[in-house]
């Protein structure tokens, strides 16, 4: 139970907790009380001390054990505002200490309940009597608020670090914020000579090391979030994931003007971020655009890629009369240019929730963020003179003759625009041609069917 006295100490270690706030580091405080006086105060200092141990607990103990010439501390009570991790709690009933009082909980590394409970272990020879929750607002409240303001700080030095273009706009970070199934640090470049200080962002999750390699490339009008739900698949594996929002889309810069977006330019930009990134044994993941761009890579960097898991896409060659699912997308834009992409992918995929189509939503706040959505659609090559089309028909004799790697393809059935004849047509220019499954229930965007796809891409590509 919560008493004045408990308060009154509390309050002394949140002055802790903000003197270490104001010193930079994480805010947490703690006193050391004994007879009624405290003998020793401890607050956060690993930043400063280059030292991992250096929690306020472990400060407190040490100043105390020092004072009272023994490491022994069986009549003090230890008061600190936030739950101690595994460490400190392990020193707290190192130390003897017969109770202590901490203010906020700890849900990711708490060890007094939140986590695990140290301090309920029977078999342990010393058992402290722990109280929670003395001042918890206040103890919570100055965290959030340091974390609130590194948070500002770490995107005002990003935004410093890659200033935006006059000819393009940025979407918000705010439009992002707590996106459902996408946890996943953002990460940047704007230093490929391609980008020209443009700023392109990606995801990279797993080790470096790792022995495989998936390259996720999105198409239009979605973004990295589309292989949210294929991203832990691959990291559960040991695998290591990039996943990069191509110019125009996601959390990259939009430029201003459609002009901006040329095939040659979006492919040049995808080379050399495998070449910055130094991606190997790469298994090339694509599905509508980043087929169409990325199924043209490999033949120029054949070293770097093993395998090919290609969903729901072509190679447009110019030489064949497009789908006429994709004409009538492609009217569709120009006719509807504002059209909502979240309720286009809620339509073939009607699982969706609420928050996963304001997901779509978000890097298309207003017209001008649209460009690349109204110039994509136009720069798929239909004639054999058009802009990519002779790259894609000699990426497409790459695949139908040099190609060494495994390959796996999936259709969605349900799919109007690229659907299952049309990756029958890429599995036959396809050396080997490779096993083709059909999804069912799956429209054109596979990925939101792709823990399945993943968990099976990740047994194939084993073998």
């Known amino acids: 139970m919560q008493t004045e006295t408990d308060s009154h100490w509390m309050r002394l270690a949140l002055a802790e907790a903000e003197a270490a706030a104001q010193a930079g580091e994480v805010p947490v405080g703690a006193v050391l009380v004994r007879g009624g006086a405290v003998i020793a105060t401890g607050r956060n200092a690993p930043v400063a001390g280059h030292d991992p141990t250096a929690h306020a607990e472990i400060v407190a103990l040490r ?21 101690p991790c595994a460490m400190c709690s392990g020193a707290l009933l190192h130390a003897r200490l017969p109770r202590v009082v901490y203010g906020a909980p700890d849900p990711k590394t708490g060890a007094a309940g939140s986590v695990v409970d ?37 995107r005002a030095e990003a935004r410093a670090a890659h200033p935006l273009r006059d000819d393009a706009l940025r979407t918000p970070e705010a439009r992002f914020a707590d996106l459902p199934g996408y946890p996943w640090a953002p990460r940047y470049l704007s230093d490929l000579p391609a980008l ?61 003007k459609e002009g901006a977006h040329t095939f040659a330019w979006h492919r040049q930009v995808l080379l050399e971020l495998v070449e910055r990134l130094d991606l190997r044994n790469v298994v090339l993941v694509v599905q509508d655009w980043g087929g169409i761009l990325g199924l043209t890579l490999p033949m120029a960097m054949p070293e770097r890629f093993c395998g090919l898991l290609a969903m729901n896409t ?43 189509c304001a997901a779509y939503d978000a890097p298309f ?26 790259l ?23 799919d109007p625009v690229l659907g299952v004849p049309l990756m029958e047509q890429l599995r036959q220019a396809v ?27 990740v047994e194939y590509f084993r073998l």
């Open 63 to 83: 100043a105390a054990a020092q004072k009272l010439g023994n490491y022994r501390l069986e009549d003090c009570t230890l008061y600190v505002t936030l739950e």
């Open 118 to 154: 140290l301090f309920a272990q029977p078999l342990l020879n010393h058992q402290t009597q722990v109280q929670g929750g003395v001042l918890a607002q206040e103890c919570g409240a100055l965290l959030a608020g340091f974390f609130r303001a590194r948070r500002h700080q770490q």
């Open 196 to 256: 020209a200080g443009l700023r392109l962002h990606y995801l990279d999750e797993g080790p470096r090391d790792a022995p495989l390699t998936w390259l996720c490339l999105h198409g239009n009008p979605a973004w990295s979030y589309l292989y949210r739900r294929m991203l832990p698949v691959f990291t559960q594996a040991g695998h290591r994931v990039v996943a990069p929002d191509l110019i125009g889309f996601g959390k990259s810069d939009k430029p201003k």
């Open 314 to 356: 072509l190679l447009a060659t110019g030489d064949a009369p497009l789908p006429q699912g994709f004409l009538d997308w492609r009217a569709m834009c120009a006719d509807k240019p504002l059209y909502g992409v979240g309720r286009l992918l809620a339509r073939g995929n009607p699982h969706l929730g609420g928050g996963e």
């Open 365 to 390: 706040p207003d017209a001008g963020h649209r460009a690349a959505l109204r110039a994509f659609p136009r720069l798929v090559p239909d004639q054999p003179d058009a802009p990519g089309a002779a």
């Open 392 to 414: 894609s028909r000699a990426a497409r004799d790459f695949w139908r003759h040099a190609w060494s790697g495994r390959s796996l393809l999936f259709a969605g059935a349900r």
């Open 431 to 457: 050396r080997g041609a490779p096993p083709l499954v059909v999804l069912p229930q799956a429209g054109h965007f596979v990925q939101e069917h792709g823990e399945a796809v993943a968990r099976q891409a």
